[in-house]
């Protein structure tokens, strides 16, 4: 018997297949084979077709079902998705405008309006955040530029719900992707009507609210004939990409601290404590997890846009084509500082930690003498190690202390240099586990189909593979760098 996770990013769609019994996974599958492609019409624009999720997805199934696997014994499925994106649907359930995806950050000026029309503190106090670029300012942005084509809208909903309704052919979302597109109201516990409001969101463009973990709907007749999934199969699991990977991790409770380096780097931590930073450059969301008004369980999110992309820019454009392994340790041959070579990763867009600033990626202090090609692949590795230390700090402010930083060991995490570096950087303890998107949406599935009857049994196979901790010898020139790096950025900040 097997549980389905599905993980629609923005460069891919993986799929997996977990045994439920042995809780390992048996078969994966990611579509396309090279990135899926961005569409930026303008700068700081970020869009993408939502029928290519699907047909990513529907690619990963078939290549399961040509590899042997039987899908008629798929009991559960799961979905994590990329956050804060705008589907927008019309009556026929087809997509009205290309999805407006993450790092998209056409919506910056609309939501700073709305802070300042709705009140900055109405705002921290009921949605711990500025109303910023995320989904709800996105959906304003159509409402104000595009007419004619918000009127064509039936449902609105983020990335997840609609491979959700694919599946199940009802258009629902989740209470923590309420609080994702900040139309979450933390004090009332409810939909943020006066987020609505101020922005003229009919209350019919809402999806109806299900439990992120439960029973969200069934696969119909046509998915069984196009898929080869049975009907009639629950969808059982929803969280947006990191509250998703912070559950893959068995980040659940208070206190606990989960990261990822991908495209895009991301620390989330796990509170009960309601509360907002002031300048909204982390953000507060509703865990997947969280159930009741009197114990909430919420995630701090830190995400910082160039982080792996960074690191995959200095690889095409620097190293003659070398690989990532080549990379880390042709990087270790530079000191720790990278000898005064400074990089600033901040070129993927309006970077939130920065509080919604675009500065762009930047080189800073080269030598044409002294420093070479090592130099530059540290400083990449290095610059984004001082980005992730620079959102930590602020989480600090919000009463998170990361003493053990959680991460599947992908992405940026297979580099010695950049864990070692994170891990001294912020005296933590860094934790790196065999699992990812797809095999956390595929156990919360289960969890959420009831096959799994606890989170204790869930992740009683979850296995870690590796534990780094902080260098001592580098603490010292790593923080020499670091204050160097974060004044370079205070300069950057300041035109």
Not at 142 to 159: G, T
Not at 249 to 275: C, F, H, N, W
Request: glycine fraction near 10%.
């Amino acid at each position: 018997m097997y549980s389905l996770g599905i993980d629609v990013g923005s460069s891919s769609v993986k799929v997996a297949l977990l045994d439920i019994a042995s809780g390992k996974c048996v078969c994966s599958s990611t579509n396309p084979k090279s990135e899926a492609p961005i569409k930026a019409v303008q700068k700081g624009w970020a869009e993408q077709d939502p029928k290519s999720w699907w047909r990513y997805m529907s690619e990963g199934i078939r290549e399961m079902a040509a590899a042997g696997f039987d899908l008629s014994e798929v009991a559960s499925i799961g979905i994590s998705y990329q956050m804060h994106g705008l589907v927008a649907l019309d009556k026929s359930g087809e997509p009205v405008r290309d999805a407006i995806i993450w790092c998209d950050s056409r919506a910056v000026s609309i939501g700073a309006e709305a802070l300042q029309a709705i009140g900055y503190e109405q705002c921290m106090s009921h949605l711990l955040n500025s109303p910023g670029n995320f989904t709800a300012s996105k959906l304003a942005w159509v409402k104000r530029n595009e007419p004619d084509v918000y009127a064509k809208i039936w449902r609105f909903m983020l990335p997840g719900d609609y491979i959700a309704f694919r599946l199940t052919g009802e258009a629902t979302t989740t209470a923590t992707g309420m609080s994702e597109g900040i139309l979450w109201d933390f004090k009332d516990m409810r939909r943020a009507h006066f987020v609505a409001d101020y922005y003229g969101i009919e209350s019919d463009k809402f999806c109806p609210v299900v439990q992120a973990i439960g029973v969200q709907g069934t696969t119909t007749p046509a998915v069984a004939a196009e898929l080869g999934i049975p009907a009639g199969i629950p969808v059982s699991y929803r969280a947006g990409d990191q509250p998703n990977n912070a559950f893959s991790l068995k980040v659940l409770e208070p206190g606990e601290i989960a990261a990822t380096g991908g495209t895009s780097g991301v620390v989330y931590g796990v509170t009960d404590t309601p509360k907002a930073d002031p300048q909204s450059r982390v953000n507060t969301f509703l865990h997947v997890t969280s159930k009741t008004v009197d114990d909430p369980r919420l995630g701090v999110l830190l995400c910082i846009n160039g982080t792996g992309i960074m690191n995959s820019w200095i690889r095409r454009n620097a190293t003659q084509g070398l690989s990532y392994p080549e990379m880390n340790d042709l990087a270790m041959t530079a000191p720790v500082g990278s000898d005064g070579l400074m990089i600033l990763p901040f070129g993927n867009g309006a970077e939130r930690v920065l509080a919604n600033r675009s500065t762009g990626a930047r080189m800073v202090g080269i030598d044409l003498v002294r420093h070479g090609q090592a130099h530059i692949v540290r400083a990449a590795q290095e610059g984004i190690a001082f980005s992730f230390r620079y959102g930590i700090d602020i989480m600090k402010d919000m009463g998170l202390k990361p003493d053990v930083i959680r991460a599947g060991k992908a992405n940026m995490f297979l580099s010695p240099l950049f864990r070692t570096t994170l891990a001294t950087l912020c005296d933590a303890r860094i934790e790196l586990f065999d699992t990812d998107g797809s095999l956390g949406a595929a156990r919360g599935a289960a969890l959420g189909a009831g096959i799994y009857k606890t989170t204790d049994e869930a992740f009683s196979t979850l296995e870690r593979l590796d534990v780094i901790e902080p260098e001592a010898e580098w603490k010292q020139p790593l923080e020499v760098a670091y204050g160097r790096w974060k004044q370079e950025l205070s300069n950057s900040l300041k035109y």
